[in-house]
């Protein structure tokens, strides 16, 4: 009986979220004519890239047990960054990019460091950063958007570009994580840091790792969002984080780290974006979104424990 159980659970574990995404698109696709277009397909793919790109950065964190709340603020970090360049040399495309992405990867370091050498809780030191990190972005543009016209930059956010460059983005980290030693590394300090400490695991230096790609690949969201909306602003980003979470947990990721697959991610931002689509498309209220939204969350995590208590 109990091999039964466990065979049951780790069917779902495995097959369960695809099951739910292609519910979720048969009904909808049944409901409501509209989302059964490519166009609404395609639309789908291109409003997920940029939670896609935070999800690829929460599930390295999440894996190692520890979690990062500064990625929403980052968009609006990488975005006055680029933003601040563009406006006075509209044909700087490269170094504004460039520049935008660094400056994350600079906060990125900063929690990684305050999370693997000071010990900080990772949830208390992302908290901190969350609150420099959008600080700083109002401080440095003065509270004020800066509206971009340039042309070459305008480009990255539209069309397929930014599907495909979360869809890169993934692959690289799918490879990272299931052929290298840094994935293994990843996994081994989520799962038990003393014990991969002991197997000559320097979990310092992946927790430093894993937070400073993690600010990257922020930056790089917030590059797709600035050059899809075109302009640099202070305020974006607010609540992102919930997003990328919500695709991280439902994907199979667990919360205490250790366990959890970069396609399950994938599936999980497919199913975030098929959501908020949806509840566009029926004309649900925001505000219901958002509490929809955390149940699905709190739903996901209780699983996960009781998945956990039940082996």
Not at 41 to 69: F, P
Not at 210 to 231: F, H, K, M, P, Q
Not at 290 to 308: M, N, P, R, T, W
Request: proline share 3%.
């Amino acid at each position: 009986m109990n091999k039964m159980s466990s065979i049951k659970r780790n069917f779902l574990r495995t097959y369960g979220i695809i099951s739910v995404l292609f519910l979720m698109i048969l009904i909808m696709t049944i409901i409501s004519p509209t989302f059964r277009t490519p166009e609404n397909a395609t639309n789908i793919l291109r409003q997920v890239s940029v939670n896609g790109i935070l999800s690829v950065a929460m599930t390295i964190v999440i894996l190692t047990g520890g979690i990062d709340l500064t990625v929403g603020a980052l968009l609006a970090v990488s975005g006055v960054i680029a933003g601040s360049i563009l406006v006075l040399k509209p044909n700087y495309v490269i170094p504004a990019v460039v520049s935008g992405i660094v400056m994350c990867g600079a906060f990125g370091m900063m929690n990684g460091y305050f999370v693997a050498y000071r010990k900080v809780p990772p949830f208390v030191a992302t908290l901190a950063g969350m609150t420099i990190a959008r600080g700083f972005a109002y401080v440095y543009s003065d509270g004020k958007p800066y509206t971009l016209a340039s042309k070459g930059f305008h480009l990255i956010g539209q069309g397929y570009v930014p599907i495909f460059l979360f869809l890169a983005l993934w692959g690289i980290f799918f490879l990272l994580l299931t052929k290298t030693k840094f994935g293994r590394s990843v996994y081994a300090t989520g799962g038990n840091s003393k014990a991969a400490f002991a197997a000559g695991i320097n979990v310092k230096k992946t927790l430093l790792k894993v937070y400073i790609l993690a600010g990257v690949l922020s930056g790089i969201a917030g590059i797709v969002l600035a050059s899809r909306t075109n302009s640099g602003q202070p305020a974006v980003g607010i609540g992102y984080e919930t997003d990328a979470i919500a695709a991280t947990v439902i994907g199979g990721t667990s919360m205490t780290g250790g366990v959890g697959k970069m396609w399950g991610t994938l599936v999980g931002v497919l199913i975030i974006g098929v959501l908020n689509n949806s509840l566009n498309l029926l004309d649900v209220s925001s505000y219901w979104q958002q509490i929809i939204k955390g149940l699905i969350i709190l739903g996901a995590v209780c699983f996960d424990i009781q998945s956990k208590v039940s082996d």
